[in-house]
Antibody
């Protein structure tokens, strides 16, 4: 069964760059049927799409975050990554990686990782 | 960018009752590219409905989705104790957006 696991620092200083990696196990990231993405959820609040990527490298970014976000994929490692720069306290959230069915929606989620932005 | 507004914010109902959740889009949604998720405390969301009305694998038939254009509805015909949770709608296709969520709580 395919699983997703996020990794990265749980604490980032304001103005610095948040970097997370999602490792895909139990299946290949190089599938024609799926995209791979990142979603975040601030404490006590709703879900927010950050970005999505296809194994070939084509991307979609949330317009409200696009200027600060980069998503990338490494097929050799079966991983994809997120970088969010110039972070503020408003970026404090649980960050989850996700598998997205092509032409549809998220069907598998990582467990999520809490990232706090604080000095 | 299309904005999804969910209502009500909170729905207080008893087990066995019918729940009707609304998701309204700020512009017409082409091809009914709308999904519904259920999220329980401390858990990741679970896909319930996609393409506005198709149940995902293993989802009980008490959950149903309907709607098109700008107005979409998730209906839970008879609430079971495990259905009390937060529900999100999500737009996909050319845009990726979540609604703000509706909490279904025990009355």
């Amino acid at each position: 069964q395919l699983q997703l696991q996020e990794s990265g620092p749980g604490l980032v200083k304001p103005s610095e760059t948040l970097s997370l990696t999602c490792t895909v196990s139990g299946g290949s990231i190089s599938s024609n049927h799926y995209y791979w993405g990142w979603v975040r959820q601030p404490p006590g609040r709703g879900l927010e799409w950050i970005a999505r990527i296809y194994y070939s490298g084509s991307t979609y970014y949330n317009p409200s975050l696009e200027s600060r976000v980069t998503i990338s994929v490494d097929t050799s490692k079966n991983q994809f990554s997120l970088k969010l720069n110039s972070v503020t306290a408003a970026d404090t959230a649980v960050y989850s990686c996700a598998r997205v069915r092509s032409g549809c929606c998220v069907d598998i989620w990582g467990q999520g990782t809490m990232v706090t932005v604080s000095s | 960018e299309i904005v999804l507004t969910q209502s009500p914010g909170t729905l207080s109902l008893s087990p066995g009752e019918r729940a009707t959740l609304s998701c309204r889009a700020s512009q017409s949604v082409s091809s009914s590219y709308l999904a519904w998720y259920q999220q329980k405390p401390g858990q990741v969301p679970r896909l319930l409905i996609y393409d506005a009305s198709s149940r995902d694998t293993g989802i009980p038939d008490r959950f149903s989705g309907s709607g098109s254009g700008t107005d979409f509805t998730l209906t839970i015909s008879r609430l079971e104790p495990e259905d009390f949770a937060v529900y999100y709608c999500q737009l996909y296709g050319t845009s990726l957006t979540f609604g703000g969520g509706t909490k279904v709580e025990i009355k």
